[in-house]
């Protein structure tokens, strides 16, 4: 039996699922939770954490309603903060960051940037997000579960305060022929009140050169930037 779990989750799944402004990327395909999934281990490799080359963080964003904060680098473009209902989205990134759901006109000529996107929902009611949870309780780190159109793999188990979760990579197995998706996120949830915190990174507007693999090139631009979201992951605070 397929279960709806969403691989390009929670940059455009789980962002603000009833109230998403049209002209938005179309989220990826699911992951499947049938049992025929392959168990793999390491494809592609998992990066572990490390605080080694960590950047100076000196700009900072609270917003007292959610009570929510994070700090992020001074040179970074945002934040971009989009509120609807119960749910918090914002986003900053080493290229220009613009108004969510109002794509530009013309298109960064900025290669191989990377953005944040920070996500709280509280007493979250949509359910789509707890396939991919349970699916990264049953893996080890460094193991992944995959099917013909989607890979996960699990990178560590992570708690911050009243929060617990993972963190993992989402991407695509090498039979999918779909456009190219790679990123890393930290999935948090509150079991006592249903909270629900995502924290997302991606790179973006990614310059592949001929006969490249495309996600090499990908994973060096999230490795490039590795000590940045775990600095911003390690600055959050939430009440």
């Known amino acids: 039996m397929k279960k709806t779990l969403a691989v390009f989750l929670l940059l455009s799944i789980l962002i603000i699922s009833a109230c998403t402004p049209q002209g938005t990327a179309t989220p990826m395909p699911p992951i499947s939770t049938d049992p025929a999934a392959t168990v793999t281990t390491q494809t592609p490799s998992a990066v572990t954490p490390t605080a080694a080359d960590a950047p100076s963080i000196l700009n900072s964003y609270s917003n007292s309603t959610f009570g929510l904060g994070f700090q992020y680098p001074s040179n970074w473009f945002g934040p971009d903060e989009y509120i609807s209902g119960q749910t918090l989205r914002v986003e900053v990134g080493s290229?220009?960051?613009?108004?969510?759901?109002?794509?530009?006109?013309?298109?960064?000529?900025?290669?191989?940037?990377?953005?944040?996107?920070?996500?709280?929902?509280?007493?979250?009611?949509?359910?789509?997000?707890?396939?991919?949870?349970?699916?990264?309780?049953?893996?080890?780190?460094?193991?992944?579960?995959?099917?013909?159109?989607?890979?996960?793999?699990?990178?560590?188990?992570?708690?911050?305060?009243?929060?617990?979760?993972?963190?993992?990579?989402?991407?695509?197995?090498?039979?999918?022929?779909?456009?190219?998706?790679?990123?890393?996120?930290?999935?948090?949830?509150?079991?006592?009140?249903?909270?629900?915190?995502?924290?997302?990174?991606?790179?973006?507007?990614?310059?592949?050169?001929?006969?490249?693999?495309?996600?090499?090139?990908?994973?060096?631009?999230?490795?490039?930037?590795?000590s940045i979201f775990h600095e911003i992951v390690a600055s959050l605070t939430i009440n």
């Open 95 to 226: 290229d220009i960051i613009y108004p969510y759901g109002n794509p530009p006109e013309t298109p960064s000529d900025v290669k191989n940037s990377y953005n944040v996107v920070i996500q709280f929902t509280k007493n979250n009611q949509n359910l789509f997000w707890n396939d991919t949870y349970q699916s990264l309780q049953s893996l080890k780190d460094g193991e992944s579960v995959s099917d013909t159109r989607s890979l996960i793999i699990r990178v560590r188990q992570l708690d911050l305060g009243r929060f617990s979760g993972f963190e993992y990579i989402f991407t695509l197995p090498t039979t999918a022929q779909t456009e190219h998706v790679y990123g890393r996120e930290v999935m948090l949830f509150d079991q006592q009140t249903n909270d629900l915190l995502t924290i997302m990174g991606q790179p973006n507007n990614v310059e592949v050169s001929m006969g490249a693999d495309w996600r090499e090139v990908f994973r060096n631009i999230d490795e490039a930037n590795l």
